[in-house]
C-alpha cells in the first residue's frame, strides 16, 4: 500500500500535467470554467451533506421520542403488573 506522502506527490504531479497541458493549449478559458465547476460541485455536495445531516437529526430526535414512549409505556405495564399480583 502507497503512503500517504508517495499518493499525496502524485497527485501533485497529475494536476502539475494537467494545468501544462492546459497552458500549452491556451487552456485559461478551459481552467477557469474548471475551476467555476469545481466551486459548483463544491456547492452541490455540501448542500447533500446539511440535507443529510438535517435528515438524519431528524430521524435521531424521532428515534429518541419513541424510546421515551416505550419507557412510559413500560412503565405503565409494569405499575398495572403490581398492582394486579397484590
Known sequence: MKSYEELAREQAQRESSLLSKLMAEGGMEELTDFEAGLGERQTEILFKITTEMEDTQ?????????????????????????????
Not at 59 to 73: F, I, S, W
Not at 75 to 81: E, T, V
Request: glycine letters at 0%; charged letters at 40%; aromatic letters at 0%.
Open 58 to 86: 431528524d430521524a435521531l430526535n424521532q428515534v429518541e421520542e419513541l424510546a421515551q414512549r416505550l419507557r412510559r409505556h413500560l412503565d405503565r405495564l409494569k405499575n398495572l403488573h403490581r398492582t394486579l399480583s397484590k
